[in-house]
């Protein structure tokens, strides 16, 4: 009953006071999406345990991470704190474009997805990461499906990485086999790491894979912006995605528009929240490599940190 | 040979000639009859957006899901805060786990005694101190929530569709459709209406957990004998007292049997429904999956399997025991001891809890792990059998499932449509080759005409070589009845453990492609095939045996002539798991990467295409209601042969 009463009277203050004075945040949970990689369930927690020493209650939910755009839209969700650029950018602009989601603030780090090789690739080819070098050695990438192509294995078709494309365009020797998850990327290195069989397939960083296998993203011609669209761009004047990816990618934060007069507190915080690459790698690491809980993981980030986070909540 | 084929029912001869006609003719046969041509192919998938669009914003449906949502989801906050204490109303959460495991022991005891008390209290001490109790208990707590509503929606459809049988003429077609749709078609719906999170799980494992319990209904309440109803209606009662003190009562062992059904069903949920929210063993499963732990991951698929086991054992002991009837003038303490000792149970559960706080909750850090173990045997095997896998990999994809897969893409599709007729008349004439075209043609109206025969071809072959591996081994298994039990103790197993974590293991073993799709589908499809091989042979009268035995026939001859044909019933319904085991299958196999229906529907369920991601259920429903209706047609007709053949003799 007392929480009501609260809940009225601080929901009664936001409506008088919405954008003059700063209020209390609102006691209903902030709710924070995760997603099935391990960064973004670590940064989740982190943040999640920074507004938790702020007072504010927090939940998190599991959801998919291209549905997410439009939970937040509809502030099923609250908060994104991992917009990737290549893989998430279409859904976020076609939810910001519909409305109740917007752009909080935008990491330091960068974000990267390309062809990648683990480094005892480049025992076998020796040019790598040259996209040519590469191409010359597609013989040692072949397997049975594949002919005397070399395979490239790419994420699932709905991430919509353009590899075929890709392939075409420059005319390499290479056939695009799509594994139907992330998971099925890493059980392949796994299984190539026993014999150091060459392989290259889809990677991104910040990722855990880098600090379990180290490895390169191959270096095909440089984006230039209209790459993908404009047969100009790009080395080749006839050919579309004739280039790789950009290498700069950016990480964003996302809010539910609603966010800023319901816990404009917390809210003040999101806005200064800003990880880097090896910040993220190490949260990831913590749980993928030393096994920890994200809980944990986070708990043991933040106690470590402080000196990172402690002014974002000042 | 010609006498075999002139015992062909002509027009089934016909349809044979016209598929092979159609197939030999392919290089002069006009685009037309080799594919649909593109404007014959009609947008169900608009269609069906266009309905549901309207079903949402025009019809206000919204309004009404969501309201069902938040009734769903109170209870799911009573429940989560009770048993892992999420911080909602009442607040008195979480129980200690020794309670809780006390209690299960409890209802064991009660239910069957001290073995089940011992199991399914050891279930829990396990759960704990394997620090899942969380996750174990955030699964729980939907399925607390979920498995009452699904039961109680069941009794109600069960008793509309009892008492009106226009009803039921209704509902059968919808119950056959929803109970071959693959679960990831539910799905996409239940995020457009009610969103993800905990509230979606539960109503997706509500959804797919009900059929079995609206046809338990309907089968015992139609089961009743007459008598017992009329001597209801000499004592006088109401119609609504027949209802519940005399029809219910009455068919109590099928509403438990129901009530059974339903906890296996919303246990096989727990991963899947994950994707979309639902907190607990499932998600974390996945999560680990992810990062490659396979142990861990084992660790939670065996819980998964403790639990089923345990809620198994404990309805199916409340469905087997009768009620009990105490001398009359028992005392209080008597009559109540079991609560009694329940009671002493849980205070001193609660006593040791506040005593040490491992008795209340079990971190993650104090937790025992057996992950070790199980990575390095796993890693062992992978790294023993890969010189195997790696030539086995090659020869089934250079000589085998490429050109077989090429094969099934060469068929013109008004060859498999004839063909298919065909093959339907000579089972059950015009009327089941009218039913098999109307199953295939809306696969090839709908436009996935291809990915569907990937699907097909995928299928078939896991299928054969399950038959291959499941026939023998379930022959030499029946051989002997303790063997028997434990290959069906096997099955039950691997029937529950969640399918997940094979495909790891099968992506390592064989890398993404079709030998580990198949591999994988495999798997799962001998299961019910070595099931239903022991069930069949162990169920062959032991009188026929011995008459065959004195007339001199050899174990061999026994086998072949008489255990064999008797147990065909059996195997075919075998064959028919089998084959809807494989198609749920290779639907998840779609995360190993596949190029059929399953990578379309995981695609539909991740841009939530309502649409699409029905228009791919039903062509995968509509194959597994093909081949079940072939199959139990066949069987039904072989079985009036036998009993004609027997009366005869």
Known sequence: MQNRTRLLISTAALVLTTGTAIAEDSPDPIIIPIHNWSSQIVMSNVVGQMFQSLGNSVEYVSTDSQAVYEAIRLGDATLELEVWEGAFGNSFRAAVEKGGIHDVATHTAITREDWWYPMWTKDACPGLPDWKALNECAGLFATPETGDKGRFLGGPVDWLKHDQEKVDALGMNFVVVNAGSAAALWAEIAAAEKSKTPIVLFNWTPNFAEAVWPGEFVEFPAWEEGCDKDPAKGPLPDKVYDCGNPANGYLKIAAWDEMKTKWPKAYSVLQKVNFTNAQIAEMAKLVDVDGMEPEDAAAEWLTANEAVWKPWTE | ?649
């Open chain 2, 1 to 649: 040979m010609s006498g075999a084929l002139s015992r062909l029912p002509r027009p089934a001869l016909a349809l044979f000639c016209l598929a092979a006609l159609l197939c030999l003719g392919r290089f002069i046969l006009p685009d037309g009859l080799m594919r649909l041509p593109e404007p014959l192919i009609l947008p169900f998938a608009r269609w069906i957006n266009t309905a549901f669009a309207f079903l949402r914003d025009d019809l206000g449906l919204m309004v009404v899901t969501r309201a069902i949502s938040d009734a769903v989801e109170f209870c799911l906050d009573v429940t989560a805060n009770l048993l892992y204490g999420k911080s909602r109303w009442p607040m008195l959460g979480p129980i200690p786990w020794v309670v809780i495991a006390a209690t299960m022991g409890m209802a064991g005891y009660v239910l069957a005694g001290w073995r089940l008390a011992l199991l399914s209290a050891g279930t829990f001490v396990w759960i704990a101190v394997m620090g899942q109790w969380k996750w174990a208990m955030e699964t729980l707590s939907v399925i607390v929530v979920a498995a009452p509503f699904s039961v109680l929606l069941g009794i109600l459809a069960g008793t509309l569709a009892w008492r009106f049988r226009r009803v039921e003429r209704v509902m059968n077609p919808i119950l056959n459709i929803a109970q071959s749709l693959p679960h990831f078609a539910y799905m996409i719906p239940v995020v457009v209406f009610i969103g993800v999170g905990p509230k979606a799980g539960a109503i997706v494992t509500i959804i797919f957990s009900v059929p079995p319990m609206i046809r338990m209904t309907l089968l015992g309440l139609r089961a009743v004998p007459p008598e017992i109803i009329e001597s209801g209606k000499m004592s006088g009662t109401t119609k609504w007292q027949l209802m519940r003190s005399v029809r219910i009562p009455a068919a109590r062992t099928e509403l438990l049997i129901g009530i059974n059904q339903v906890i296996m069903q919303s246990l096989a949920m727990v991963v899947l429904a994950s994707f979309i929210g639902m907190p607990g063993l499932g998600q974390k499963l996945l999560n680990l999956l992810q990062s490659l732990k396979i142990g861990l991951s084992v660790e939670i698929g065996i819980t998964i399997v403790l639990l089923a086991v345990v809620l198994d054992r404990l309805s199916k002991a409340w469905a087997l025991k009768q009620p009990e009837h105490l001398t009359a003038g028992a005392s209080w303490m008597v009559r109540n001891r079991h609560l009694l000792i329940w009671l002493g149970l849980c205070a001193a559960g609660f006593a040791l809890a506040a005593l040490h706080p491992y008795f209340a909750v079990v971190e993650r850090k104090q937790a025992l792990t057996l992950a070790g173990p199980i990575d390095a045997g796993v890693d062992g095997f992978i790294r023993l059998v890969t010189p195997l896998t790696d030539w086995l990999r090659w020869f089934l994809i250079t000589w085998v499932l490429i050109p077989l897969r090429d094969g099934f893409l060469w068929l013109p599709f008004s060859a498999v449509l004839a063909f298919l007729a065909g093959l339907g008349w000579l089972v059950g004439g015009a009327r089941s080759a009218l039913i098999c075209l109307a199953f295939i043609l809306p696969i090839a109206l709908s436009g996935w005409w291809d990915r569907a025969m990937i699907t097909v071809y995928t299928v078939t072959v896991a299928v054969v070589i399950a038959l291959l591996i499941g026939l023998p081994l379930g022959v030499w298994a029946a051989g002997r009845p303790a063997r028997a039990s434990r290959f069906i103790l096997i099955c039950d197993t691997l029937q529950t453990f969640p399918s997940f974590i094979y495909l790891i293991p099968v992506v390592m073993l064989f890398g993404v492609n079709d030998v580990a799709v198949i591999a994988a589908v495999m798997v799962f499809a001998t299961v019910p095939i070595l099931r239903f091989t022991i069930e069949g042979l162990r169920g062959v009268p032991a009188e026929t045996i011995e008459a065959a035995a004195m007339s001199g026939a050899g174990p061999r001859q026994v086998l072949w002539h008489v255990k064999l044909p008797l147990a065909v019933p059996t195997l075919v319904i075998g064959a028919n798991q089998s084959i809807m085991f494989a198609l749920f299958m290779v639907i998840i196999a779609a995360f190993i990467g596949t190029q059929d229906l399953g990578q379309e529907m995981q695609r539909a369920l991740s841009s939530t295409d309502v649409g699409k991601g029905l228009v791919l259920g039903f062509a995968v429903a509509f194959m597994g209601l093909m081949a079940d209706h072939l199959l139990l047609t066949w069987a039904a007709g072989r079985r009036k042969k036998l009993g004609a053949a027997q009366s005869a003799a």
